[in-house]
């Protein structure tokens, strides 16, 4: 009786729903105007990537983040992967004609009785459905539509290209369409050689990529896998033996580590960190109706494969370098703690009764056991938890696996590279961390807000300069001072490892990074005109934005403000481009499909550069180059000296074998707890800017990794690889305003033939040192006057000859000479000689340069012994001061 009224409700059913299709069918076929005649098809146009291309027009990567697909034919795909799609799919797809009633009739019933007996569409109707309606709606004129345009294109199509725009438009997982992608993504390989057990993982995420996905439930993917060998083996598409040897191979080679990401982190990209900073500039650039995801765009960037090579390869290995004398050094200090002040704690604790702080406390030993979990136990979990469905385990390892995170973020040294060509301002090279993915998308070479520490104080030498107060010759005393900041605090500095060198030149304290000299000269030239140049240089326009980033204290001339290496890279570049401005650049130019350009960004950058008229020039060119001497003698014998080798890793030969020597020029930095190392430098060519350090602050790299002993030779070994196969270029010397000056690598003065060591220096034109050394024996210059003429022309090396006429170079009277001078037997100067300077300008400046303002700072000169550093100071001096 109950079997009887099934069949009359069943059939009654059925009627309604013909009915009701009927119906509808009426209604589409009545607004559709001479169907037979006009085809109102919308044409099948997929989503095409964006490619991403480099200077010389390789691929660097495709952009396809909702829609990965690669476009393929159905005769190349092998058969077993389509009668896979057909037994799960739609076993009669090649007899119906769009739609199958016994289909459409078992989807009913699963609605009524609510049981999933299998959806009522065809390969057809999912085409059709996913092409002209909106699969997210759920409703019965949906269903009509789809079922409408299903019969228009089984008169369009053949079945074969039907199904050949199933395989390639249908969605089968994270961010891939279409059989190609996806095999690509979840197996690595393309669609055409996949294998029979492998057809049957592509075919179930047709029904639920989500569910089904084997990177995230490998068991429930794994049974739905054998219903699919199975239904294939029931229709005859296999053999038992066939389908089980594949089933096993797959699964005995399958990763349980593997993690399911979106198809675009996992996608093949030469460049990933330069690409994401390339997707995120397009997002400002796009406009309207344009995507990047779809529309099939080119993007032609500034980035040359090569160069980026060579920085993946070389901060790698400074990655490891870092991390793992970081690990060293960190575990000794670690094990002296426990040597010497553990003991004592537990004394104290014992003795007072501090149980917290014991040793060997309950809590210290929770501690350990729970770093023990995060780092060993809780990966071997997690991986348990994927083989066997265990969700509420999974869950716990998520959560560990976060608090791992955050320690990482404190205890794993990371590191940032970028380089530009100084004339372009092209991006050449971009490394934005250790590795790219869903959980490191900080581009630390743009993003990172980090202090640069020395490598910050050519800034602000360049403003120097242009005082005209100081030049490189300045004569300055590296001795313990106090400064006492606006507020009336103290602040004393400490060099490097707390030595001392006294008399130094300006050169010399740049190239070997000497803070109190630097500091010297920012307590001279005064903090507006040095955060001016520094703002300028680092392209920072905005009075509130510049007031927050240059804190007007002594340590800012030690570098404390915030920049990236990005902005550190242009300044730096602004030197190298002769004081021209820099505007860095990564895309050139957008074209669409079909090769029209868009967007031209390089055009837009060279006319507002045209457009800044004078002001293009940032600082002048005899800055610039005098800068750029200054910053070549890190190079030749300061912090960069050792880590390019003595100089011979910029040592090349030419097309005919001939030795030539590549200038370079740069600085490196280290803040005073050595958290971060920074290496900035420049060639004619190119600028790169490096950094290691951590991504939050408290942790120190220890004073093994420096600026110069971390980031150095990374920089020194990429400048190497780049500057291959390139012709010798020089830095442009200005035509006019800079006389080159041989001088004493002591006094700074002129040199005479008793000086021990001297060093040809470029000056602004009138700065130049006008007096012969008077510190050291000048017995062989008061030989004969013709002595002192060769002296002269060796000293002054002027290019220009008519320069040469109009200098009046001094007269050196040899009765005017001190009397120690003029007796065998040199002595000490009496103190009637020793306080000329007292009110005038540093020792080595010339009559043109202005006179020395009071100091900020009243204090005392330090009683130093004449003999303590091998020569003898003078009473007062106002750099000291």
Known sequence: ??????????????????????????????????????????????????????????????????????????????RHLIYAVLAREDPDFYNHKGFSIRGIARA????????????GSTITQQVAGTLYTDRTEYSYTRKLRELWWSLQMERRYTKNEILEIYLNYMYMGPGTYGVEAASKYFFGH?????????????????????????????????????????????????????????FNDYWDNYDYTRASTSAYYSREDAAPWFSEYVRRELDTMMYGTMDYYRDGYTVLTTLDLRHQAAAAK??????????????????????????TYVPVIDMLSLFFDFADIHASSEAVNEQKALNRYTKVINPVADMAALMFGIQDLKEITTSAFAELKSSTEKNVVEGALIAIENETGYITALIGGSKYDESNQLIRATQGSIQPGSSFKPLYYSAAIDSRIFTPASLIYDLPIVFHNEDG????????????????????????????????????????????????????????????????????????????????????????NQGRDVSPIAIRAVEDRNGRVVLDTEREVRLRQRRMGNEIQVISPQNAYVMTSIMKKTVEMGSLYAPSEWGAKFTYRDEDGKRYHM??????????????????????????????GFDKPGNSLGVNLTGSTLAGPVWADFMREVHQGLPFKDFAKPPRGIIDVTVCTKSGLLKTPGCPADVTLPFLEGTQPTRYCDMHDSTAARA???????????????????????????????????????????????????????TGTPASAGPAAPAQSPSRNTRSNPSVPVDEFGLELPDYNPLLD
Not at 108 to 119: D, E, S, T, V, Y
Not at 190 to 218: G, H, K, W
Not at 504 to 531: C, E, R
């Open 1 to 78: 009786m109950k079997g009887s009224v099934l069949i009359r409700i069943f059939a009654a059913l059925t009627i309604l729903i013909a009915v009701v299709i009927g119906v509808g069918l009426g209604l589409s076929l009545a607004e559709t105007n001479n169907i037979k005649n006009q085809e109102n098809f919308v044409e099948f146009a997929p989503a095409l990537p964006t490619k991403i291309v480099d200077i010389n027009g390789a691929l660097i990567t495709e952009f396809s983040a909702d829609e990965k697909r690669e476009m393929v034919s159905l005769h190349e795909l092998p």
């Open 108 to 119: 009913a019933m699963g609605k009524i009785i609510g049981q999933p007996l299998g959806g």
């Open 190 to 246: 393309s669609a055409r050689d996949i294998t029979l057990a492998e057809a049957a993982i592509l075919v179930i995420q047709l029904s639920s990529p989500s569910r089904y996905n084997p990177l995230d439930n490998p068991n429930v993917a794994r049974d739905r896998q054998r219903a699919v060998l199975d239904r294939m083996i029931e229709f005859g598409y296999t053999t038992p033996e066939e389908a089980e040897a594949s």
């Open 314 to 339: 070389f901060m790698e290995q400074g990655l490891v370098k870092a991390n793992r004398e970081y690990s060293r050094s960190s575990s000794n200090r670690l094990t002296e703690a426990e040597r």
């Open 489 to 576: 605090t103290p602040y004393i500095p400490l060099n490097f490892r707390g030595e001392w060198k006294g008399s130094v030149l300006l050169y010399d304290a740049l190239a070997n990074s000497m803070n109190v000299p630097s500091l010297k000269i920012l307590d001279t030239i005064g903090f507006d005109a040095a955060i001016d140049r520094a703002a300028t240089l680092l392209g920072i326009s905005d009075p509130v934005v510049i007031r927050e980033t240059f804190p007007r204290v002594y340590p800012l001339g030690l570098g404390i403000i915030s920049a990236t290496p990005l902005q550190m890279a242009r300044a730096f570049a602004v030197f190298a």
């Open 663 to 692: 200038p370079m020029a740069g600085k490196t930095g280290t803040p005073q707890n050595w958290s971060d190392a920074w290496a900035v430098g420049y060639s004619p060519y190119y600028t790169a800017a490096i950094w290691f």
């Open 784 to 838: 004969n006057q013709v002595n002192l003429e060769g002296m002269r022309q060796d000293t002054m090396l002027i290019d220009s000859g008519s320069l040469l006429g109009e200098l009046k170079l001094p007269e050196l009277r040899l009765d005017l000479l001190p009397p120690e001078l003029q007796r065998p037997e040199p002595v000490n100067r009496p103190a009637s000689n020793r306080g000329g300077n007292r």
